[in-house]
């Protein structure tokens, strides 16, 4: 009998160590967010001061990602975006027997469309929307691909040969006046040159196979433009030996393709962004041995290094007045905040008031730490969220594209914030790291109006946990991919910043968004960025 209740109590006894075992696993997780009869969680509002920083010339090579064509954009400018890739042989070596002749030279680069909106129609073929397009629908501008001649290093001579060299949006120039000759997409389809458009129609092709039967292939819309042939013979089929053997004898010989892009009697171009590096040159040739003409290709591919070129003009008064050195409020912040990709602007945010009349006690002197921060510091606030929103200007960005997403780091230091490195996954990569935010959440005026909120927790935590950590200064940027997290250098290496986020360069958009610096009688005043902290405090 008393073995048996040995037996009947042990499930009891397990129960009881599982239970408390997971209750403590449970406080440990939550112990920031919910509080027991001691805490109380309570919210503020504190202080932020940001202001906008214009950008120079900063460095725009080897990008995954970049635009190529004309964009007015009424809020800030008018940004021209031309594009440089060296060309890479697919194949080693390759051999031709003299009879060669090439048959046709097509240069293919495939166009970012929308999934979702891709329809497939009763006779088999399909209608696509094109994605990361800006601008008029179809507008024709001038598009000249020439051969380039300006050769492109791997490596930066004067870091003595230790750096990857770097090359500027600003060198249009550069490459403009080394490309040789006359454009190679000279065909008589002015769609592909004097009147080229971002085509959003799928491409078809017919073919005969081996018993006879016509088949079609459809393939999604991209960049399809057919190249001088004679050029392609001379340079490929019949080039000199040696240049062939290896890419890096090849690049130097044959040294890319400059692609300048222009509008035509002044109308409105667009905008579009493009992977190069999925672009193709296919050349198809013959060879005629023994009586027998066999097809052949040779691919190219538009591999290497790359610069992106963006030329600024037009710029709007109010643009080019709130990113004026002389008219930026770097003490009480800004009313407005200007967010430029490429050669264009970001936004200095400060955290708290900066008002330092003692330390961590009330009795010690200032210590270079914000007041409100000390006083965090001393009654050891837990922080239960904390988080920056900045309300979208949307009267001053009228009919303007306006950027799904912001990106907010450490200035100081030029790294993501602790909050970046959370590993959240969207459908649309573009949507990664949701939690820690800068989605733009789109909202009618009666709702408060569109904004960008980012969630800053973990930031605000080590701050108030960890008397020595640094209230550093945020940058604030617009994103084109919140997946890479590089930065890239500015040309001037003696001026402010010397660097911003790569993918900042990569997004030719901006966008306007409400600073803290409004007037309390101002009808947008509820609009103005705001610093909100959830936290909780022994009683």
């Known amino acids: 009998m008393l073995k048996n209740s040995f037996f009947k109590t042990i499930p009891f006894l397990l129960f009881i160590v599982l239970f408390n075992s997971c209750d403590k696993e449970f406080n440990v997780v939550g112990e920031d967010l919910i509080g027991d009869n001691s805490f109380d969680i309570q919210k503020s509002e504190y202080p932020v001061i940001a202001y906008n920083q214009k950008l120079g010339p900063i460095q725009s090579n080897n990008m995954d990602v970049n635009p190529l064509g004309v964009y007015d954009n009424p809020s800030f400018g008018t940004t021209n975006a ?16 003299a009879s060669a002749t090439i048959k046709k030279v097509v240069l293919t680069i495939p166009y970012f469309y929308d999934k979702t909106k891709t329809v497939v129609n009763p006779d088999g073929s399909n209608t696509y929307v094109l994605d990361s397009i800006y601008g008029p629908e179809k507008a024709k501008m001038k598009l000249s691909v020439y051969e380039s001649g300006y050769f492109m ?36 389809n002015t769609a592909e040159n004097t009147t080229f458009f971002f085509d959003p129609a799928e491409h078809v092709a017919k073919t005969t196979n ?10 999604p819309p991209g960049m399809e433009l057919s190249l001088n042939k004679e050029f392609f013979l001379n340079k490929i089929i019949k080039a000199p030996a040696g240049p062939l053997i290896d890419n890096n004898a090849f690049k130097d010989y044959f040294r890319g393709l400059f692609f300048n892009i222009e509008t035509v009697g002044g109308n409105p171009g667009n905008m579009a962004m493009l992977n190069f590096k999925s672009g193709k040159i296919t050349i198809t040739y013959s060879e005629t041995i023994n009586s027998v003409t066999t097809d052949k290709t040779l691919v190219l591919n538009l591999s290497g290094n790359t610069v992106s070129l963006l030329d600024q003009s037009n710029t709007n008064i109010n643009y080019t007045n709130a990113t004026n050195p002389t008219n930026i409020n770097s003490d009480k912040g800004d009313a407005n905040l200007y967010l430029k990709g490429g050669e264009g602007s970001m936004s200095i945010v400060k955290l708290f008031d900066p008002t330092d009349t003692h330390g961590l006690e009330l009795t010690d002197g200032p210590n270079k730490v914000p007041d409100e921060l000390d006083d965090m510091r001393r009654n050891k606030y837990l922080i239960n ?118 993918t900042s360069v990569m997004n030719p958009l901006g966008t306007i968004v409400f600073g803290n610096n409004i007037p309390t009688d101002d009808k947008d005043y509820n609009k103005r960025l705001k610093f909100e902290i959830y936290y909780t405090k022994p009683n």
Not at 85 to 96: C, E, G, H, R, S
Not at 211 to 218: C, F, H, K, Y
């Open 153 to 188: 290093r791997d490596l930066d001579p004067e870091e003595q040969f230790s750096q990857p060299q770097k090359y500027y949006n600003d060198q249009y120039s550069d490459f403009n006046q080394l490309k040789i000759g006359v454009p190679l997409n000279d065909g008589s």
């Open 210 to 219: 081996s018993s006879g039967t016509e088949v079609t292939t459809r393939t």
């Open 385 to 502: 969220e904390a988080s920056l929103t900045f309300h979208l200007n949307s009267a001053a960005m009228g009919t303007s594209y306006v950027p799904q997403r912001i990106y907010l780091y450490d200035f100081k230091n030029n790294q993501v914030l602790i909050d970046y490195r959370e590993s959240t996954v969207a459908s649309n990569t573009k949507n990664n790291k949701y939690i820690f935010g800068g989605i733009l959440t789109k909202k009618s005026d009666l709702e408060g109006g569109s904004y960008y909120k980012f969630r800053i927790t973990n930031h605000i935590r080590n701050l108030v946990k960890y008397a020595d950590s640094t209230n550093v200064d945020l940058g604030l940027v617009v994103t084109e991919d919140i997946n890479k997290s590089s930065f890239y250098s500015l040309r001037d290496k003696t001026g402010f910043p010397l660097k911003a986020p790569m």
């Open 82 to 97: 031309n594009f440089v890739t060296q060309v890479t042989l697919a194949t080693l070596d390759p051999a031709f027997d």
